[in-house]
Protein backbone atom coordinates (compact mmCIF):
# COMPACT_ATOMS: atom_id res chain seq x y z
CA UNK A 1 0.00 0.00 0.00
CA UNK A 2 0.75 3.77 -0.38
CA UNK A 3 0.47 6.69 1.70
CA UNK A 4 0.62 10.02 1.33
CA UNK A 5 1.35 12.68 3.93
CA UNK A 6 1.02 16.41 3.54
CA UNK A 7 2.04 19.20 6.07
CA UNK A 8 2.59 22.88 5.67
CA UNK A 9 -0.86 24.24 6.23
CA UNK A 10 -1.92 26.61 8.02
CA UNK A 11 -3.00 30.27 8.81
CA UNK A 12 -1.49 33.28 7.78
CA UNK A 13 -2.42 36.62 6.51
CA UNK A 14 -2.93 38.33 2.92
CA UNK A 15 0.26 38.81 0.91
CA UNK A 16 1.99 36.11 2.91
CA UNK A 17 3.52 32.67 1.82
CA UNK A 18 3.07 28.82 2.60
CA UNK A 19 4.79 26.02 1.11
CA UNK A 20 3.07 22.76 1.08
CA UNK A 21 4.47 18.89 0.79
CA UNK A 22 3.50 15.86 0.06
CA UNK A 23 5.34 12.51 0.87
CA UNK A 24 4.77 9.18 -0.53
CA UNK A 25 5.74 5.95 0.96
CA UNK A 26 4.95 2.25 0.77
CA UNK A 27 5.48 -0.16 -2.71
CA UNK A 28 6.74 2.28 -5.23
CA UNK A 29 8.38 1.63 -8.15
CA UNK A 30 7.50 4.95 -9.88
CA UNK A 31 4.94 7.90 -9.65
CA UNK A 32 4.11 10.00 -12.71
CA UNK A 33 1.99 13.07 -12.27
CA UNK A 34 1.71 14.44 -9.19
CA UNK A 35 -0.63 17.44 -8.45
CA UNK A 36 -2.37 19.60 -5.84
CA UNK A 37 -6.01 20.35 -5.49
CA UNK A 38 -8.04 22.39 -3.70
CA UNK A 39 -11.72 22.15 -1.88
CA UNK A 40 -13.22 25.68 -0.37
CA UNK A 41 -16.82 25.48 1.27
CA UNK A 42 -19.30 24.72 -0.43
CA UNK A 43 -17.17 24.36 -3.49
CA UNK A 44 -16.37 21.82 -6.00
CA UNK A 45 -12.57 20.28 -5.58
CA UNK A 46 -10.40 22.10 -8.21
CA UNK A 47 -7.08 21.96 -9.88
CA UNK A 48 -4.28 23.87 -8.66
CA UNK A 49 -1.63 22.42 -10.06
CA UNK A 50 0.17 19.62 -12.25
CA UNK A 51 3.57 18.33 -12.64
CA UNK A 52 4.89 15.75 -14.75
CA UNK A 53 7.50 13.20 -14.03
CA UNK A 54 9.66 14.91 -17.11
CA UNK A 55 8.89 18.32 -15.02
CA UNK A 56 6.61 19.75 -17.29
CA UNK A 57 3.79 22.05 -15.05
CA UNK A 58 0.57 23.04 -15.60
CA UNK A 59 -1.47 25.92 -13.27
CA UNK A 60 -5.30 27.28 -13.04
CA UNK A 61 -5.38 30.54 -14.53
CA UNK A 62 -6.23 31.97 -10.71
CA UNK A 63 -2.66 30.68 -9.23
CA UNK A 64 -0.23 31.58 -12.10
CA UNK A 65 2.73 33.83 -11.21
CA UNK A 66 1.64 33.11 -7.36
CA UNK A 67 2.30 29.20 -6.84
CA UNK A 68 5.07 26.77 -7.77
CA UNK A 69 5.01 23.80 -7.95
CA UNK A 70 7.71 21.36 -7.79
CA UNK A 71 8.95 17.69 -7.00
CA UNK A 72 11.88 15.94 -5.53
CA UNK A 73 11.66 12.49 -7.29
CA UNK A 74 14.74 10.50 -4.57
CA UNK A 75 12.10 11.87 -1.71
CA UNK A 76 8.89 11.00 -3.28
CA UNK A 77 7.44 14.27 -2.78
CA UNK A 78 5.87 17.28 -4.27
CA UNK A 79 5.90 20.73 -3.11
CA UNK A 80 3.60 23.57 -3.43
CA UNK A 81 4.72 27.32 -3.24
CA UNK A 82 2.13 29.50 -2.64
CA UNK A 83 3.51 33.31 -2.64
CA UNK A 84 1.11 36.50 -2.48
CA UNK A 85 -1.68 34.47 -1.39
CA UNK A 86 -5.33 35.92 -1.15
CA UNK A 87 -8.28 35.20 0.85
CA UNK A 88 -9.73 33.72 -1.89
CA UNK A 89 -7.00 30.92 -1.70
CA UNK A 90 -8.30 29.44 1.10
CA UNK A 91 -9.12 26.02 1.31
CA UNK A 92 -7.97 22.07 2.08
CA UNK A 93 -5.37 21.31 -0.19
CA UNK A 94 -4.76 17.78 -1.28
CA UNK A 95 -2.33 16.42 -3.27
CA UNK A 96 -2.75 13.71 -5.73
CA UNK A 97 -0.05 11.36 -7.00
CA UNK A 98 0.07 8.32 -9.71
CA UNK A 99 2.27 5.60 -8.16
CA UNK A 100 3.34 2.79 -10.30
CA UNK A 101 3.78 -0.61 -8.19
CA UNK A 102 5.99 -3.21 -8.60
CA UNK A 103 4.09 -4.84 -10.95
CA UNK A 104 3.78 -1.73 -13.40
CA UNK A 105 0.33 -0.56 -12.78
CA UNK A 106 -0.71 3.45 -11.65
CA UNK A 107 -2.96 3.65 -9.18
CA UNK A 108 -4.08 7.23 -8.04
CA UNK A 109 -3.49 8.13 -4.65
CA UNK A 110 -4.41 11.42 -2.61
CA UNK A 111 -3.13 13.14 0.48
CA UNK A 112 -5.39 13.63 3.79
CA UNK A 113 -5.87 17.54 3.19
CA UNK A 114 -4.53 20.44 4.55
CA UNK A 115 -6.20 23.44 5.04
CA UNK A 116 -4.89 26.79 4.33
CA UNK A 117 -6.25 30.17 5.89
CA UNK A 118 -5.62 33.50 4.28
CA UNK A 119 -6.90 36.41 6.34
CA UNK A 120 -7.86 39.67 5.20
Known amino acids: QVQLVESGGGLVQAGGSLRLSCAAS????????MGWYRQAPGKQRELVAT???????NYADSVKGRFTISRDNAKNTVYLQMNSLKPEDTAVYYC??????????????WGQGTQVTVSS
Open 96 to 109: NQGVVGPFGYEHNY
Open 51 to 57: ITSGGST
Open 26 to 33: GSIFSINA
